[in-house]
């Protein structure tokens, strides 16, 4: 058994869509990047590789490279899940930290999308909300992601 940990945040910032473990979330506001800047998926990415010992999501994805610019996340997803070989994922924990908007209305709809793409079953799938109290000074802009995978 190997356990990996990923970490991500982006900005906030208007004129981009909010997208979350692939599902689109209405909000006047989106996260920027260089490619939709899903941080469920990026987070879950470097921990997977994580738990392989395989670096990260730059090396295989560098931000400076042109390709990359709009790159869909699962994409990256897909080429993390690629390197699992005959590895399994066990479970997997996500926390994801965003004062607004409110996210615990989407956390089934994020839980689907995982379970679908992982072919996970859902009870090895848990999706965590918290809010950052309004302590971060970038409590209203930015969202954060931790991710825990265990694979075996
Ligand atoms: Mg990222």
Redesign the pocket.
């Known amino acids: 058994m190997r356990v990996g940990l990923g970490f ?3 900005r906030l910032v208007k004129g981009r869509e909010l997208i979350l473990a692939g599902v689109k979330i209405p909000y006047k506001k989106g996260l920027s ?1 260089v ?1 939709d ?3 469920v998926f ?2 879950l990415s470097d921990a997977i590789l994580g738990a392989l010992g395989l670096g990260d ?1 730059g090396d295989y994805f560098p931000p400076q490279d042109k390709k990359n610019k709009g790159l869909e ?1 699962k994409v990256i997803l897909k080429k993390a899940l690629s390197l699992l070989k005959n590895k399994k994922i066990n479970n997997l924990d996500i926390t994801l930290i965003s004062d607004k908007p409110r996210l615990k209305p989407y956390k089934d709809k994020m839980r689907e999308s995982l379970k679908n793409l992982l072919k996970l079953s859902k009870d090895k799938i848990n999706i965590k909300i918290k809010s950052q109290e309004s302590l971060l000074p970038l409590s209203k802009e930015a969202i954060f992601c931790i991710s825990v995978v265990t694979i075996f």
């Open positions: 991500d945040v982006h990047g490619s800047a899903d941080v990026h987070s999501i996340s």
